[in-house]
């Protein structure tokens, strides 16, 4: 029942938009589309889609991405093989900030267990100062900055 009443209003809706006139185009409509057009034709070769490049570029890039990919999958591999040989390199490297990065662990540290310490009212009331001081602080700057710049 449904599919005949479907045939129906499809029918209904094409023979109402065929009574329809059919609008004019307006009349910048070909200039715009030429000029897009033109537009499209003095573009550089590398803003062009891939297929419009030349061929010696094509290729060209067509072999550093496949020179790129063997790379990122030798060294890949030569990582897997000696994680920890590139793990101590890395330490060796960045060796200068343990003592930055173990005072870094106790704050957190710290933090951490004075978080666990705190009630969660008094987090509550911290984090409603610290937006009532941050809106205070823009006010101020705004005000500042409209008392400055104010055309007399």
Same mark, same amino acid.
């Given at each position: 029942?449904?599919?005949?009443?479907?045939?129906?209003? !499809?029918? $209904?809706?094409?023979?109402?938009?065929?009574?329809?006139?059919?609008?004019?185009? +307006?009349?910048?409509?070909?200039?715009?589309?030429?000029?897009?057009?033109?537009?499209?034709?003095?573009?550089?070769?590398?803003?062009?889609?891939?297929?419009?490049? +030349? !061929?010696?570029?094509?290729?060209?890039?067509?072999?550093?991405? !496949?020179?790129?990919?063997?790379?990122?999958?030798?060294?890949?591999?030569?990582?897997?093989?000696?994680?920890?040989?590139?793990?101590?390199?890395?330490?060796?490297?960045?060796?200068?900030?343990?003592?930055?990065?173990?005072?870094?662990?106790?704050?957190?540290?710290?933090? $951490?267990?004075?978080?666990?310490?705190?009630?969660?009212?008094?987090?509550?009331?911290?984090?409603?100062?610290?937006?009532?001081?941050? $809106?205070?602080?823009?006010?101020?700057?705004?005000?500042?900055?409209?008392?400055?710049?104010?055309?007399?």
């Amino acid at each position: 029942m449904e599919i005949n009443f479907e045939k129906q209003l !499809v029918g $209904l809706i094409h023979r109402e938009l065929r009574r329809l006139p059919d609008l004019p185009a +307006p009349d910048t409509l070909i200039p715009r589309v030429r000029s897009s057009i033109a537009a499209q034709a003095r573009q550089p070769w590398w803003q062009r889609p891939m297929m419009t490049w +030349p !061929v010696d570029f094509r290729v060209a890039f067509i072999a550093l991405l !496949v020179g790129s990919l063997g790379l990122a999958v030798f060294s890949g591999a030569e990582i897997s093989l000696g994680v920890s040989f590139v793990f101590q390199k890395i330490m060796q490297v960045f060796g200068l900030f343990t003592p930055l990065w173990e005072h870094l662990v106790v704050l957190a540290n710290v933090v $951490l267990i004075l978080g666990r310490a705190v009630s969660s009212y008094f987090l509550m009331y911290a984090a409603l100062l610290l937006g009532v001081m941050y $809106l205070t602080c823009v006010g101020i700057g705004t005000l500042c900055f409209r008392v400055t710049f104010a055309k007399p």
